[in-house]
Structures are given as structure tokens and as C-alpha cells.
């Protein structure tokens, strides 16, 4: 995979409350969701972001609780991918299973608001255009990103069972 987008940049310890709040998890509906995702940081935010834009976070990204609705709000607001320094597990696990993408690593630190970045997990490397800057991220396995392709684990697994029919 490779893209470019903007960067919308948060700090530390960004928590599953602040990236949809428990007052909208009654919904399961991604657009209800994405329409309300990091409204407690940024009000706009869900108006402003475009497709195909990139959240670049610090450490301990999607802390607290273990829904599912976060990295599904992320993805339905049209992120294509999130980076890192750290993520919470249960965030990791839960944005893969939703095909949501995230990269662990210290560009994070130097990445900027607004910047723009390109992501290519085949070369495994993250370039900012803005500062001209590269860092070489982990390749990913062909299976996660076939998992991420596919738009998460169910899909994936239909289209294995597809395959073996």
C-alpha cells in the first residue's frame, strides 16, 4: 500500500472516550460515528478531516476502554491510516480487526499538524514532504495487509472462504 495525506496531529495517552464518546455509542452506524469522531478535542474536526487524511499521535494512542467503535469512527471518517509512537494493545488488535491501519513509530515525534506524508508499507518507510524527511517503518506481514485491504478480519475471512469454495 501507498498513499499521501494530511497529517492531524494529537499528543499522548489519546483515549477511546475522546476518539467517540460513550454519549454516541448507542449507534453502530460508521457515519453516525465518524460524524462525531474526536469531537471532544476538536469540535470541527469530523467536518474538517478529508479522505484519505492521516492521524499521527504520541504514545499510548486509543488507551481505556476496548470498543470497537473507535478505530470503526477513525476509518468511517475517512483516515487512512494512523501513526504512532505506541498504541494500546486492545486499540491495536481492534483497528486491524476493522482494517483500520496503524504504524508504530518515532516519526511521530517530528511529524507536524498539517503536514504531508506518504506511507508506503511495501517499501516500509514513511516520507514528509513538508520537512523532507524519511524513516523507515516495519514492513508489515502480506496477511495484515491483505487483513487491511479487505476492510477488516470479517471481510478477509469471507473472501478466504470464497477462495477455498
Given amino acids: 500500500m501507498k498513499f499521501s495525506g494530511k497529517v492531524w496531529k494529537f499528543g499522548d495517552n489519546i483515549d ?3 476518539i467517540i464518546p460513550a454519549r454516541y455509542l448507542n449507534s453502530s452506524d460508521p457515519n453516525i460515528l465518524a460524524s462525531h469522531v ?14 484519505g487524511d492521516i492521524i499521527v499521535a504520541g504514545e499510548n494512542f486509543g488507551c481505556g476502554s476496548s470498543r470497537e467503535h473507535a ?45 504531508i506524508i506518504t506511507v508506503d508499507t ?27 485491504e479487505a476492510g477488516g478480519l470479517m471481510n478477509y475471512a469471507k473472501k478466504l472462504e470464497g477462495e477455498n469454495v
Wanted: glycine share 6%; with cysteine; aromatic share 8%.
Fill in 38 to 51: 474526536m469531537e471532544d478535542i476538536d469540535e470541527q474536526f469530523s467536518k474538517k478531516v478529508k479522505a
Fill in 122 to 148: 511495501q517499501k516500509g518507510e514513511i516520507h514528509d514532504k513538508t520537512i523532507g524527511k524519511s524513516w523507515k517503518i516495519g514492513k508489515l506481514p502480506d496477511f495484515i495487509q491483505e487483513l487491511v
Fill in 71 to 115: 478505530p470503526i469512527a477513525i476509518k468511517a471518517a475517512g483516515i487512512k491510516c494512523v501513526i504512532a509512537k505506541s498504541f494500546a494493545r486492545i486499540f491495536f488488535r481492534n483497528s486491524f480487526n476493522m482494517g483500520l491501519l496503524i504504524i508504530e513509530s518515532d516519526a511521530a515525534e517530528e511529524i507536524n499538524q498539517s503536514d
Fill in 16 to 18: 477511546t472516550d475522546v
